[in-house]
T-cell receptor, first 116, second 114 residues
């Protein structure tokens, strides 16, 4: 079965540094998402992306965050100046753009970001 | 604002038992509800998805039900196995005109003992 691929699986960075988390969604999917899960807390929505633009974002997704689809396969999340509270597991997800689709999201295995 | 709650937060059962995990949501205006499995340090695997117009979905030993009007869903696992040990999450999606984001519950951590 096709998979959403995320790299790296673990990322350690110093506070204030920029990080880029990478995702390769399933090839025929057109909706892309980032979610995160802080240790011990609920999975939280960050942003959705469709047709090369952000379609929805949460309060968490402030000016420090940005997303990009630099080519036909990658979907990235950039955090400009990381803070300790950005430490979390970040999940990428995707789904197709089909009229009769049931809405199921496909998630990647996540990138564990640790900000020191 | 939609809130999703899962009870219990943790559950330990002996192998072979049938069990029920509960999920409740505050806003019944949902498009669908999805149950996921999460293994430690891993991603989310979709188990079952129920559309708002449906009452239940089955996959193997798993059966998910939905009572939209009362804001509840259950995940029934039959004949539990040690390999079922994981955290189970439910998530609801609002109607299409209200956005695409999923709202997740806090999960139920299941341990099935051999």
């Amino acid at each position: 079965e096709p998979e959403v691929t995320q790299t790296p699986s673990h990322q350690v960075t110093q506070m204030g540094q920029e990080v880029i988390l990478r995702c390769v969604p399933i090839s025929n999917h057109l909706y892309f998402y980032w979610y995160r899960q802080i240790l011990g807390q609920k999975v939280e929505f960050l942003v959705s992306f469709y047709n090369n633009e952000i379609s929805e974002k949460s309060e968490i997704f402030d000016d420090q965050f940005s997303v990009e689809r630099p080519d036909g396969s990658n979907f990235t999340l950039k955090i400009r100046s990381t803070k300790l509270e950005d430490s979390a597991m970040y999940f990428c997800a995707s789904k197709p753009d089909l009229r009769d689709y049931n809405g199921k999201l496909f998630f990647g295995s996540g990138t564990q970001l640790s900000v020191l | 604002k939609q809130e999703v709650t899962q009870i219990p937060a943790a559950l330990s059962v002996p192998e072979g038992e049938n069990l029920v995990l509960n999920c409740s949501f505050t806003d019944s205006a949902i498009y669908n509800l999805q149950w996921f499995r999460q293994d430690p340090g891993k991603g989310l695997t979709s188990l079952l998805l129920i559309q708002s117009s449906q009452r239940e979905q089955t996959s193997g030993r798993l059966n998910a039900s939905l009572d939209k009007s009362s804001g509840r869903s259950t995940l029934y696992i039959a004949a539990s196995q040690p390999g079922d040990s994981a955290t189970y999450l439910c998530a609801v999606k609002p109607p299409d005109n209200a956005g695409n984001m999923l709202t997740f519950g806090g999960g139920t951590r299941l341990m099935v003992k051999p």
